[in-house]
């Protein structure tokens, strides 16, 4: 089995080597790759040294960056972090674990259920972290506690299939969400949280990073759930054009008159717009349906053009892991 490390890096020459370091203790089978983007400070320089796979990508920002790491580097188990040291690379083989047993497509490495608070010095930074966990949960009826997290772990089928749109750190967003909408088996481990040093601050940009979350998830519910956002959209665009025609309605009983005709033609507007949006929403649901039974085709087609087998797949060692799996807090997405 192989396994890679895939270390996307902005100007960290002042951890990148620890960071390989760690890794190669902890993981010594494993290819290392540094992907730069457009550093300045020679980052690329100190990860090839300490012995990392250096490759580069122009376009600016982490999204663009795990792009082309996905498209280009080729293994069976894909384990990401950060370039800042703030994940120990000891959380590495305990998360590569449940990929190479086939129990998990993504494992998470969750920060919030363990250090990510005391050491985290930017409160803002917390409640973001806070809210896109509640949006996500709530919206994509799921149970994840580390939405944003940089460190995870990733199997082959996983990192082939997710198609990235977004350009920058919003895109372990739409990671979560990819593989929440496609019945990915997700887990998620607990892991330690290391805040940067001081003199090594974080390029995450509080305000401009945590709108653009907040669009990717709104958008993402467009895409994924278009029934749900149109559908809202149009009930909400009904519900006001009732509110203004029932005062309407009264003034015609009380006096027979209809005396605000650019209001009734304001609130017919409102429920065309309305009623088309609620069946756009039910026509796009129907395309998207068609699109993940698409999509399901081609995760079979993959077994079948790689010749892959299901190790282990005796009866009863199943029931065994099946057994494992329900006595710990194993999610197994819309199977549950």
Same mark, same amino acid.
């Given at each position: ?22 890794? *190669?203790? %902890?993981?010594?089978?494993?290819? /290392? !790759? ?24 122009? *376009? ?64 803002? %930074?917390?409640?973001? =972290?806070?809210?896109? @966990?509640?949006?996500?949960? %709530?919206?994509? %009826? ?95 665009? /009904? ?50 349906? *068609? ?5 399901? @085709? !081609?995760?079979?087609?993959?077994? /079948? ?18 057994? @494992? ?9 819309? =199977?549950?």
């Amino acid at each position: 089995m192989k396994t890679a490390v895939l270390i996307p890096c902005y100007n960290e020459a002042k951890s990148i080597r620890t960071v390989v370091e760690d890794f *190669r203790k %902890h993981l010594p089978d494993a290819d /290392i !790759y540094v992907y730069d983007n457009n550093s300045t400070d020679g980052t690329d320089d100190i990860a090839r040294s300490a012995g990392a796979i250096v490759r580069y990508e122009a *376009r600016q920002g982490k999204g663009n960056v795990i792009r082309t790491m996905f498209r280009e580097v080729d293994a069976d188990c894909y384990i990401m972090a950060d370039g800042d040291n703030t994940y120990p690379a000891s959380f590495a083989p305990e998360l590569m674990k449940y990929v190479i047993q086939g129990r998990a497509d993504m494992v998470i490495g969750d920060r919030l259920s363990s250090s990510y608070f005391t050491e985290n010095k930017r409160p803002f %930074h917390s409640f973001g =972290n806070r809210l896109v @966990r509640s949006l996500v949960n %709530h919206i994509f %009826h799921a149970r994840i506690n580390d939405i944003m997290t940089g460190a995870r772990a990733f199997s082959r089928d996983f990192v082939k299939s997710f198609a990235v749109s977004s350009k920058g750190f919003e895109i372990e967003t739409e990671m979560t969400i990819f593989a929440l909408e496609n019945n990915f088996k997700i887990m998620e481990i607990p892991i330690e949280y290391r805040d940067r040093d001081a003199d090594n601050p974080s390029k995450l940009s509080t305000y401009s990073d945590g709108y653009k979350v907040l669009k990717t998830i709104f958008r993402l519910l467009r895409d994924d759930k278009p029934a749900v956002f149109f559908g809202s959209i149009g009930a909400l665009t /009904i519900i006001v054009g009732v509110l203004l025609f029932i005062p309407i309605v009264v003034e015609f009983m009380q006096t027979g008159k209809v005396p605000k005709y650019p209001t009734l033609i304001v609130i017919t507007g409102l429920w065309a717009i309305g009623t088309i949006s609620i069946f756009s929403g039910v026509i796009l649901s129907t395309i998207n349906t *068609r699109a993940k039974q698409e999509f399901e @085709r !081609y995760m079979n087609l993959m077994y /079948i053009c790689e010749g892959r087998e299901v190790s282990g797949s005796d009866t009863k060692s199943e029931k065994k892991r099946s057994e @494992r799996e329900s006595d710990s807090g194993f999610w197994r997405g819309w =199977n549950e």
